[in-house]
C-alpha cells in the first residue's frame, strides 16, 4: 500500500493524505507550531490508530466467538510531556458495552492488548528510509 501527501494549498502546512481508493484525510501542524490547527496533526492519527485497532479487534473477537458485545467506545489519552526524553505515554480506556460477564469481559480486554497497531508499538523493530525523489521539481 502506498500513501500520498501533498501539500493541500499554495499557502500554510496543511498536508492532504490519500490511501488509495478511500476518502482523503488531511493533516496540519498545531496553531503553536504554525498551522491552522483546524486537522489532526500526526501525533492524532498515530493515537487514534490505536484506539480504532483497539475497538475493531475487539468487536471481531467479539463477533467471531458469540461474545454479546453490542459496542466498544475507546478512550485514548496522550501523555507526550516525556517524548523528547523517550517516552511516548498513551491511556487507552474501554467501555464495553453489552451482557456481558465479568469472564468475557476480562477476555476482550486481554483481546484488545493483541491487536496489530498495539504489537507494531510495543514489539516490532520499525526501519524506516527516506530517500529524495528522482527528477527536477524546482517548479
Avoid at 493524505?17 to 492524532?44: Q, R, V
Wanted: hydrophobic share 30%.
Amino acid at each position: 500500500m502506498t500513501i500520498r501527501l501533498t501539500r493541500d494549498s499554495a499557502h500554510g502546512t496543511r498536508q492532504r493524505i490519500e490511501l488509495s481508493d478511500k476518502a482523503p484525510l488531511f493533516t496540519d501542524l498545531p496553531t503553536d507550531l504554525g498551522g491552522a490547527g483546524a486537522d489532526p496533526e500526526p501525533h492524532d492519527y498515530y493515537d487514534a490508530a490505536l484506539g480504532s485497532c483497539k475497538a475493531l479487534t475487539v468487536t471481531f473477537y467479539a463477533q467471531k466467538n458469540g461474545i454479546p458485545l453490542t459496542g466498544v467506545d475507546v478512550e485514548v489519552t496522550r501523555d507526550d510531556s516525556e517524548e523528547r526524553k523517550g517516552h511516548y505515554r498513551l491511556d487507552v480506556k474501554l467501555t464495553l458495552r453489552g451482557a456481558l460477564t465479568d469472564e468475557q469481559r476480562a477476555t476482550l480486554l486481554r483481546i484488545a492488548d493483541k491487536c496489530p497497531v498495539h504489537k507494531l508499538m510495543t514489539q516490532v523493530e520499525t526501519s524506516i528510509e527516506t530517500r529524495l525523489a528522482e527528477g527536477n521539481f524546482s517548479q
